[in-house]
């Protein structure tokens, strides 16, 4: 088992920053890969970023490229998503997930609760 919490999230003008943060527990955590994902109201959860068990690749959504860094931290048990340069269409719940597959799909094992994002005009 693993267990995911979010934070970092809140409310920030366009064009600011925010960094979330992904504390694990649990089973090796470093063994998996960690996927950001965000649901925004009336939309599908959709797959914002992925970094694989050691850091070492990374993937992201094309609507994020140059915008979001994500990045890991092993001896903390922590993942991080950077945003810079927000828009309002980042407004979304942001959820990390964890899984032994380093993917794109919706279909990681474990999940947190989710942290909000707003993004004013």
């Known amino acids: 088992q693993v267990q995911l919490v979010e934070s970092g999230g809140g409310l920030v003008q366009a064009g600011g920053s925010l960094r979330l943060s992904c504390v694990a527990s649990g089973r090796t955590f470093s063994s998996y890969a960690v996927g950001w994902f965000r649901q925004a109201p009336g939309k599908e959860r959709e797959f914002v970023a992925t970094?694989?068990?050691?850091?070492?690749?990374?993937r992201y959504a094309d609507s994020v490229k140059g915008r979001f860094t994500i990045s890991r931290d092993n001896a903390k048990n922590t993942v991080y998503l950077q945003m810079n340069s927000l828009k309002p269409e980042d407004t979304a719940v942001y959820y990390c997930?964890?899984?032994?597959?380093?993917?794109?799909?919706?279909?990681?094992?474990?999940w947190g609760q989710g942290t909000q994002v707003t993004v004013s005009t």
């Open positions: 997930s964890a899984d032994i597959r380093f993917t794109r799909s919706k279909e990681y094992d474990y």
């Open positions: 970094i694989n068990w050691n850091g070492g690749s990374t």
